[in-house]
């Protein structure tokens, strides 16, 4: 029998299928800020959250909802632009099902993008961070429950979550735009309160680097079902208890957009070099 998630992906894919026979080769993921990426792509075909029967629609301001099918150069993509948060209240398997749905749309790579709060001391507010590897188990582990056979398998090995080759790739990428490019790990706590200063010394203690809400979990889910993963997050300020100041949304949305236009090129020249891959 198949599970009540595999059935609803089944028929998201369907509803996709109905507007486009687009085959994407990269699956791309915007954070908060970054969503006119968009505008850098050359569009072959859109759809917009709502018009996917069951597909989860986000609530929070400046995650304009939609699937963008097109070029970045010459490589298929698909683009999120805007994916939603288990903070919002939707089930675990909700929040993933997006990712599962640009795999099954023919995506081998998934590049995920977000806007973090730095935790280790020596970043900056608006630096990059690639990222190499992920704790997740803050979050819950959207793999609970009967194992989807169609997808993966039921223990699935994460000693390499971030794929070194597309590491290198957009490394590279970033030396020859000299574009400065911090590296490390990447920790999805719930949300939607940002951390106490008392949690941030905590996630520093177990070597994590840049703290958000979202991420670690499609991680968890492309692993499952064998993708290349890579990432990269705007790191938008420095987390709780590492300035003076109060951390607010407006805040990390206007770092973000500070970024937007270094990031974008950065994922750009990144995409491009995945196409030779
Ligand atoms: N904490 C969690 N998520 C975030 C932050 C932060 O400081 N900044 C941007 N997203």
Request: proline share 5%; aromatic share 8%.
């Amino acid at each position: 029998m198949q599970s009540a998630v595999y059935e609803k992906l089944k028929k998201c894919e369907s509803c996709i299928r109905r507007v486009t026979d687009f085959t994407p080769r990269v699956a791309i993921v915007l954070g908060s800020g970054l969503g006119d990426y968009a505008d850098t792509i050359r569009v072959a075909a859109q759809v917009p959250y709502g018009d996917i029967e069951g597909f989860p629609v986000s609530t929070v301001p400046g995650h304009d909802g939609r699937f963008i099918f097109g070029y970045v150069g010459d490589v298929p993509v698909v683009c999120m632009k805007g994916r939603v948060h288990y903070y919002e209240g939707y089930e675990i398997s909700d929040v993933v099902l997006p990712i599962r749905l640009m795999k099954l749309l023919g995506a081998e790579i998934l590049f995920l993008t977000n806007a973090s709060g730095g935790v280790n001391t020596s970043f900056h507010a608006g630096d990059l961070m690639l990222i190499t590897d992920q704790i997740s188990c803050f979050a819950p582990n959207p793999l609970i429950g009967a194992n989807i056979e169609e997808l993966g398998t039921r223990f699935p090995d994460m000693s390499h979550v971030y794929d070194l080759g597309l590491q290198e790739l957009i490394k590279a990428a970033a030396r020859e735009q000299n574009i400065f490019l911090q590296q490390g790990v990447y920790a999805q706590l719930t949300g939607p309160s940002f951390e106490t200063p008392a949690e941030i010394r905590m996630l520093r203690a177990l070597g994590c680097d840049a703290v958000g809400m979202s991420t670690a979990v499609e991680a968890v889910t492309a692993t499952h079902m064998g993708m290349r993963i890579c990432g990269i997050s705007c790191v938008c300020n420095l987390a709780a208890g590492m300035t003076a100041s109060p951390l607010s949304h407006k805040e990390v949305q206007e770092a973000a957009d500070r970024a937007a236009p270094v990031f974008k090129s950065l994922v750009t020249e990144s995409v491009k070099r995945f196409g030779a891959i």
